[in-house]
C-alpha cells in the first residue's frame, strides 16, 4: 500500500519560514519523480516544485528564490524548505510521487495546511 504522509504545515507570519516534509511507502522511492503542490481556496491545484529521481529541480515562478525542494532517498522523504512566506503562499499544500513505467502512475498524500498571516 502506497502511502505519502506529509508534515509541518503550519501558522507563520509574513516573512517566516516553515519546512514541509513527505515521508513515503509502498513505493520504490528513488525512482520516483516527486512533487510538491498547493491548492488555495476557490483555486485549482497548482504545482510548486519539482524534483526528479536525477535531482533536477524546477520551480513555479511565484516560489522561485524562495522554495527549496530536495529529497533524501535514505529516508524516502522530500522536503520543501519554504522562507520569505507570504500571505498568498497559504494552500493546502500536497505531495506527489510520480513515474512513468508502462504507464504513468501518480500517487497523493492527505495535503497539510499552510496559514501565512499578514
Known amino acids: 500500500q502506497v502511502q505519502l504522509v506529509e508534515s509541518g504545515g503550519g501558522l507563520v507570519q509574513a516573512g517566516g519560514s516553515l519546512r514541509l516534509s513527505c515521508a513515503a511507502s509502498?513505493?520504490?522511492?528513488?525512482?520516483?519523480?516527486m512533487a510538491w503542490y498547493r491548492q488555495a481556496p476557490g483555486r485549482q491545484r497548482e504545482l510548486v516544485a519539482t524534483?526528479?529521481?536525477?535531482?533536477?529541480?524546477n520551480y513555479a515562478d511565484s516560489v522561485k528564490g524562495r522554495f527549496t525542494i530536495s529529497r533524501d532517498n535514505a529516508k524516502k522523504t522530500v522536503y520543501l524548505q519554504m522562507n520569505s512566506l507570504k500571505p498568498e503562499d497559504t494552500a493546502v499544500y500536497y505531495c506527489?510521487?510520480?513515474?512513468?513505467?508502462?504507464?504513468?502512475?501518480?500517487?497523493w498524500g492527505q495535503g497539510t495546511q499552510v496559514t501565512v498571516s499578514s
Open positions: 506527489n510521487a510520480n513515474i512513468n513505467d508502462l504507464a504513468h502512475i501518480t500517487y
Open positions: 524534483i526528479t529521481s536525477t535531482i533536477s529541480t
Open positions: 509502498g513505493i520504490t522511492f528513488s525512482r520516483y519523480g
